[in-house]
């Protein structure tokens, strides 16, 4: 391979209700651009890794975060969760996205 | 005694100016009660974000005119360009603390979205049919080093206050925006280092003062609650008061463990009072604040017993999320989000509030849970009193994250907007149960409604000089 090929990965967007796209993305790109590119809705808040709303979970592959992923705390890092707004693909990658993927990461403290 | 604000006006003066004529609000709060018509359209902020419905937040213009053919029914809608916003609290360009400046009027509502620090300009001189008329992009925000923008007050001299809650990276300290009449960002109001949390602030500018509460930095509550931030010394416990002048905290008044996450601040209406509350919605308590001897004080004045709950761990707290004061000072009515209540006390000895009535209505214990057949899927959360104090009405969305928690059906089925009937004069509320709007059945899909505000000001935003 050689140019531009050379550095776009294959991401795999899954989806829990069986849902699934594949988007290329860019070195330029993060998760969430790449499937903005692609028409392809993901949810998303502040885009600057705060506020979790964009939560995806690493499947397969191997992504980087930018920036500190200030919304995940470590043991949200160890189990996999990635931030799409700021996460940059370093493979090619499956990644299961969707709002169901942030809700199932905290849940209600009393119960 | 006459004292002057930064803007060169005198309050003794203005106290004793004819109102009424010019300017955007009411002389006082007793004129509003006296000269407002009741309420014929509300708006309602209302949300997709967090979830996967392909849009963007709205602001929903319920008619609430009974003798309208669309009573009870979202006529407009008032769509943000981008997704993702999470529309929160939101507030009028001018109120009655600006009746002195020529040719201002309650026309513009400023919107921010709290995840995406996103500020929305929108022009409702056609009352029934806004318009967007300009939007702040996040990065001009951050330019300020603030973002998660919460609660927006106009201020005397055509400013525009916005309580943001962290700095560009989503963590501490917040501080506060300021916005000129043409809707640029003048600057920051305060000098970063005042205060580390933000949430919610008040003004009495007659009194030079201006209180804000604590809830936590966007990083930390945005992506849900979680006790070991509680314990980790993440979420705020303290209410500053401010020199209003000079802009700085002249005191901190540390809540202590009764009071944590206090929320909505809300000095009473009468410019010559200095009385407030605040609901600390972690620990289930209402705080009075007063000035006495040259300082400020408060004191936990209504408490709520967590509750037992089958199958759960712990006792459930009440979580006490929203509170207001009628525009006669008279009542103070709030919502237990999680217990799924309506309250209101009888502020008239504000030291010593007395429980008036309340409804049992949604939540985990109500004991109505259903309106019209719709099943009530949450707690009542933001509530809204028209100014003449008979029609409390409520929303059940507190924040997208947060309900998913602890009301995980809101964001499958929307929220709902509920209405009770006021006796002022014998203090109780009465179901409407005749008023539903179903935020459940749109055309996207259901959305969150969260925060309600009428054309003509508001029990929770007018402040008078």
Partial sequence: MSGSEATTREVTL???????????????????????????????????????????????????????????????????????????????????VGADVRTAMVSNPWK | MATEDRHGHSHHEHA???????????????????????????????????????????????????????????????????????????????????????????????????????????????RRHPELVKVIEPEEVHEQDLSGPHTVHCAPGREIMISMLGNADGELPGGFLVLDDDFEIEGRWDAPGEIEFNYDFWYQPRRDVMVSSEWAAPATYQPGFDLEDVEAGKYGHSLHFWNWGDRTVEQTIDLGEEGMIPLEVRFMHNPEVAHGYVNAALSSNIFHFWR?????????????????????????????????????????????????????????DPANPRESDSISIGGYFGEIQAVQDRELISGPQMIQLSLDGKRLYWTTSLYSTWDDQFFPEEGERGSVMLKADVDPRRGTMTLDEEFLVDFGNLPDGPARAHEIRWPDGDCTSDVWQ
Avoid at chain 2, 60 to 72: F, I, N, Q
Avoid at chain 2, 315 to 329: F, K, R
């Fill in chain 2, 292 to 348: 006495e001897d040259g300082e400020y004080h408060a004191e936990k004045v209504i408490d709520f017993e967590g509750r037992d709950l089958e199958g759960w761990d712990m006792p459930v707290p009440a979580l006490p999320t929203d509170i207001l004061l009628s525009m006669d000072d008279r009542y103070l009515f709030g919502a237990n989000w999680l217990h799924g209540e309506v309250w209101m006390y009888d502020v008239s």
């Fill in chain 1, 14 to 96: 899954t989806w829990r209700d069986g849902r699934r796209e594949t988007v290329r993305a860019t070195e330029a790109q993060t998760i969430l651009e790449a499937a903005e590119a692609r028409a392809v809705g993901l949810p998303f808040g502040c885009r600057t890794g705060a506020c979790a709303t964009c939560t995806g979970r690493v499947a397969d592959g191997r992504v980087t975060h930018d920036r500190e992923p200030r919304a995940l705390k470590p043991r949200h890092l160890e189990r996999g969760y990635v931030l799409c707004c700021i996460a940059r693909p370093r493979t090619d990658c499956r990644i299961e």
């Fill in chain 2, 16 to 126: 004793h100016h004819e109102h009424g004529v010019e300017g955007p609000g009411y002389a006082t709060p007793q004129a509003a009660i006296e000269e407002s018509t009741p309420e014929k359209l509300a708006y309602v902020a209302a949300l997709y974000t967090g979830t996967d419905v392909d849009a963007s937040d709205f602001v929903a213009v319920v008619d609430v005119d009974p003798g309208s053919p669309t009573y009870r029914e979202i006529v407009d809608r008032i769509e943000m360009p981008t997704r993702g916003d999470e529309l929160h609290h939101f507030g009028w360009n001018a109120c009655s603390s600006s009746c002195h400046v020529e040719g201002l009027e309650r026309q513009y509502l400023v919107i921010p979205g709290n995840r995406s620090s996103r500020i929305h300009v929108v022009d409702t001189s056609d």
